[in-house]
């Protein structure tokens, strides 16, 4: 089986969206790639880092999915990462209120020995000083997968772009997009961050789907419409979980291929938005992912003589 090293955060987040609140519930980039990233036939192990107040039936419930969590370090005198975010009533857009790094501001992240001869590296969103630290540690590492957000191009540009020329796919939203290259055209976008080294660039649109740009070539993968968006956190890493995970239980990292890993990640991603957190995640079936990828099917398909 293949091995995938997820590196992010685990966190406590607090949640504030048109449809109720919530306290500290647990979050994290690296929670949900490894929730979704889990439902595959890969080894998954998260490298992250928490702090004594964080609850041990979360660490066992992972554990429970499959994941590996020797690589989470526990800071017992220390505070785990909290983020806290307010959506406008569209769903698409967010303020962030609060983000305490804690036990982050200090972390040296150690990929278990056995891990690090993993074919597959997702870079989840974090300090990029922590995602270069890994991608060191995983020589081997066939593919290598990126997310980041504005927060770290805002604060730590430089090392991130240094991060951005080592790896083979990145995956960002589309303002992010824009702000890293300064272009307003995707497409534009897209070209100016292949020159910055990642072979292949995922740009999320949030309800509006995911582009995915390598050498002139486009894909386009629609987000399901959904009546109801409860939530929309940790949408974007559930997409870069299942994409990831999709992409190294079948070993084949190619162009087509990565199309049915991007229709994987909107699948998941599709369920994560149901209710607050990772509530969602911890509760779907492989039967309810199936009927859903029919879903995704039926909305693209159609017949005409071009
Ligand atoms: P997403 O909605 O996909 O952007 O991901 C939301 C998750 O990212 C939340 O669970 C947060 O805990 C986490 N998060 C928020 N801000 C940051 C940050 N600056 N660095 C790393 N993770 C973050």
């Not at 702090?51 to 005198?77: H, T």
Request: charged residues 25%; proline residues 3%.
């Amino acid at each position: 089986m293949s091995k995938l090293v997820v590196v992010g955060t685990v966190a406590f987040d607090a949640i504030e969206t048109p449809f109720g609140k919530t306290d500290k519930i647990l979050g994290g980039a690296a929670t949900f790639i490894g929730l979704s990233a889990s439902h595959f036939n890969t080894d998954v192990a998260l490298v992250s880092v928490v702090g004594g107040d964080f609850p041990q039936e979360y660490l066992e419930m992972m554990k429970n999915r499959g994941m590996n969590i020797d690589g989470i370090e526990v800071v017992e005198d220390g505070k785990t990462f909290f983020w806290s975010g307010r959506y406008h009533n569209d769903m698409n857009s967010r303020d962030t209120l609060v983000t305490e790094l804690n036990v982050l501001a200090d972390f040296n992240p150690i990929v278990p020995e056995e891990y690090k001869d993993a074919e597959v590296v997702m870079l989840g969103n974090l300090h990029p000083a922590v995602q270069m630290g890994v991608l060191d540690q995983t020589p081997n590492a066939q593919l290598v997968i990126l997310d980041t957000m504005n927060f770290w191009m805002d604060i730590e540009l430089e090392l991130l772009k240094k991060v951005i020329e080592r790896v083979d796919v990145i995956t960002i939203n589309d303002e992010e997009a824009r702000q890293l290259s300064g272009e307003y055209s995707l497409v534009n976008a897209a070209k100016k961050i292949h020159e910055m080294g990642p072979k292949y660039v995922v740009i999320k649109k949030g309800e509006h789907g995911a582009l995915l740009f390598h050498n002139g070539d486009i894909f386009f993968a629609p987000a399901l419409p959904l009546e109801e968006v409860f939530d929309p956190t940790g949408a974007g890493d559930t997409f870069a979980g299942g994409f990831a995970g999709f992409l190294a239980a079948s070993g084949d990292y190619s162009f087509e291929n990565m199309k049915r890993a991007i229709i994987y990640g909107s699948n998941f991603a599709s369920f994560c938005v149901e209710r607050f957190g990772t509530e969602r995640m911890q509760s779907i079936t492989n039967d309810e992912i199936e009927t859903r990828l029919k879903q995704f099917q039926a909305l693209t398909k159609f017949e005409m003589k071009a």
